[in-house]
């Protein structure tokens, strides 16, 4: 990604930001991310949008897939009632549990240089990234710590952050985490909704470098 891209995705980020969400503390919150490098960070180290930028633009492709599949399909079945929920999700929530949901990877992606062999076997260099989190909170769990501490979450937008992962962030503790996870589900139409779009925008809508 391009420095002019990376700049227009930040004023696009703090415009979907400042369109969508009323809540004391935004304005904080804008002006603690240009201390990070959330604008110009990677998505992922190795997977999707591992570039320079990426981390910006999934958590904008997540809001917007969020927004797509509320509007096409969870808005009727939550007014209808069909399903286990009835009622609204705001467009606030979908920002909110979108747009900061992966905060926690903000300042732990660091430029390394790494080595593979080649075609004709010789070790060559290529551009990564390798991962220094020092505050090792665990992934949605950090992500909701950072956003608490400038802005007011609701119960539905904690668990939807906190269980963005869905299975992908179960570890190895097995039945305990699977058995919390469900009963977010539960909870709120809102964490599907985002485990959803989270999901969609990493497999669907972004794509991996591959360095050779
Ligand atoms: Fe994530
Ligand atoms: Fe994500």
Request: proline share 2%.
């Amino acid at each position: 990604m391009t420095e002019l891209e990376i700049s227009q995705n930040r004023d696009a980020f703090r415009a979907l930001c400042r369109e969508h969400i009323r809540r004391d503390g935004l304005e904080r919150l804008l002006e603690y991310l240009d201390t990070t490098d959330f604008y110009t960070a990677p998505s992922s180290s190795m997977y999707h949008l591992n570039e320079d930028g990426g981390l910006c633009l999934h958590s904008m492709n997540v809001f917007h897939a969020a927004m797509k599949l509320y509007e096409s399909l969870g808005r009727e079945v939550l007014a209808s009632g069909g399903g286990p929920f009835r009622g609204e999700i705001s467009a606030e929530s979908i920002a909110v549990s979108t747009l900061f949901h992966d905060l926690c990877k903000m300042n732990i992606y660091h430029k390394t240089e790494r080595w593979k062999k080649d075609e004709t076997g010789r070790w060559v260099s290529y551009p990564g990234y390798e991962v220094k989190d020092e505050l090792p909170l665990g992934h949605g769990e950090k992500s909701c710590y950072i956003v608490r501490g400038f802005i007011k979450l609701q119960r539905d937008e904690l668990l939807a952050i906190r269980w963005h992962m869905g299975m992908f962030d179960m570890g190895d503790s097995g039945s305990s985490l699977i058995r919390s996870f469900r009963n977010a589900l539960e909870q709120s139409p809102l964490v599907s909704l985002v485990h959803s779009a989270d999901f969609l925008a990493s497999n669907l809508m972004e794509v991996t470098q591959k360095y050779k």
